[in-house]
Structure formats: structure tokens, C-alpha cells
């Protein structure tokens, strides 16, 4: 399975940006799916995940629910909805994809896309 993010690009202090991940098959067979990202000098860090139905969802604390994360399981796809964008979002993301029941560290997702950059202007 390959993912496929798209939306980022140059963005004002304040402004919003979704995020899309196209997965190459289907994504039912994720247990987990979540949205990294890497900012210059910095490790990578989750953003947010989802569970196979959306019921379940984690964010991390910093983004003090500016974020919101989903996924369309029968378009294959995975959203990042956020909002009040801040300099300090400014990162590549990366889209993830875990089939194990165990997903809390990045070695234990199997899938990753190739990332996708955005700039928060201040």
C-alpha cells in the first residue's frame, strides 16, 4: 500500500489547511492511522491518530485542539483539518498507517507516505 499526501503549501498566522492522504488500496485493514510531522532541527513527533472506525482518536497536547483528524475508510483517505495555524506548525507531515494492535511509536507503523510541507507565515 502506498500513501499519498497532499495539501500543504504557504499558509498566513491564523489561517487553516487540510491535509489529504490517498492510500493506494484500502485502509480497513489500519488499525491506526496518524499524522506526524517534523519540523527543521526537531524529531518527528505524532500529531494525531485515528482508529479503524473513528471512534477513537488521540492528539498531542501542543495543539491545544486546533486539530482535527479523520478519514473517509471508503475513499481510502485520511484527513488533517487545522485551524489557527501558527509558525510553530511549520513542518513536513507525514501521513502513517499501522495494521498491529499496538500503535504508540513511530517504528511501529508499517506504512508511510513521503510527506507533504507546509509554511505558517507570521
Known amino acids: 500500500v502506498q500513501l499519498v499526501e497532499s495539501g500543504g503549501g504557504l499558509v498566513q498566522t491564523g489561517g487553516s489547511l487540510r491535509l489529504s492522504c490517498t492510500a493506494s488500496?484500502?485502509?480497513?485493514?489500519?488499525?491506526?492511522m496518524g499524522w506526524y510531522r517534523q519540523a527543521p532541527g526537531k524529531e518527528r513527533e505524532l500529531v494525531a491518530a485515528i482508529s479503524r472506525g473513528g471512534g477513537d482518536t488521540y492528539y498531542a497536547d501542543s495543539l491545544e485542539g486546533r486539530f482535527t483528524i479523520s478519514r473517509d475508510n471508503a475513499k481510502n483517505t485520511l484527513y488533517l483539518q487545522m485551524n489557527s495555524l501558527k509558525p510553530e506548525d511549520t513542518a513536513i507531515h507525514y501521513c502513517?498507517?499501522?495494521?498491529?494492535?499496538?500503535?504508540?511509536?513511530?517504528?511501529?507503523?508499517?506504512?508511510w507516505g513521503q510527506g507533504t510541507q507546509f509554511t505558517v507565515s507570521s
Open positions: 502513517a498507517a499501522c495494521s498491529g494492535y499496538v500503535c504508540s511509536r513511530a517504528d511501529e507503523y508499517d506504512y
Open positions: 488500496g484500502s485502509i480497513l485493514s489500519f488499525n491506526v
